[in-house]
């Protein structure tokens, strides 16, 4: 099949390992690393946490997914403005949301390797402040790479009062 005709992900990237498995609510969602990914991130954001009855938490954290996968979306994305298939798979990006039903954890995982770095822009460079945000928003947040997962998960944790 040729490139572009079909998303395809190996099973491994639909159930991403570790991280928020032990928490007592929790949603995956996967998407193609397309610009598209983010609005459908956010909906869906808002639609879990409405239904979690976390609506306090809904701004914060659409505001968070939203800088989160679009990281995600752009690291997937080359020079030539598409995405970086691996063969025929298109790289693919994973929204989960966890809670114990106070916290919350946000993931965010894509399946290139390297590092997000807060930078700490001048005050007339534009960009570089979506890590700064996040960091603003929530209580501690980081990345990590998984065992068993070729790129990473960059995670925030917040909580409702
Ligand atoms: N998921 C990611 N994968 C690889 N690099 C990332 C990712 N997220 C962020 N980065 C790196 O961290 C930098 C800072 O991100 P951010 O604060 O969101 O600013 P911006 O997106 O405007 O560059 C990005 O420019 C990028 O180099
Ligand atoms: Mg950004």
Request: with cysteine; charged share 20%; net charge negative.
């Amino acid at each position: 099949m040729g490139e572009g005709s079909v998303v395809t992900w190996p099973d491994a990237v639909a159930d991403p390992p570790g991280m928020s498995a032990p928490w007592p609510l929790s949603t995956s969602l996967v998407l193609g690393a397309l610009p598209g990914a983010t609005p459908s991130a956010r909906l869906h954001a808002r639609a879990v946490l409405t239904e979690w009855e976390l609506g306090d938490l809904v701004e914060a954290a659409e505001l968070i997914v939203s800088e989160l996968v679009t990281n995600a979306v752009r690291a997937s994305t080359g020079p030539d403005g598409r995405p970086r298939y691996d063969g025929a798979s298109m790289p693919v990006v994973v929204l989960r949301l966890a809670s114990d039903r106070i916290r919350l954890l946000i993931e965010v995982w894509d399946a290139i390797p390297g590092a997000p770095a807060a930078a700490h822009p001048g005050p007339d460079e534009e960009g570089g402040r979506g890590l700064m945000l996040v960091e603003a928003m929530c209580d501690r947040w980081h990345w990590q790479a998984v065992p068993g997962w070729a790129g990473k998960v960059v995670w925030a944790e917040l909580h409702s009062d």
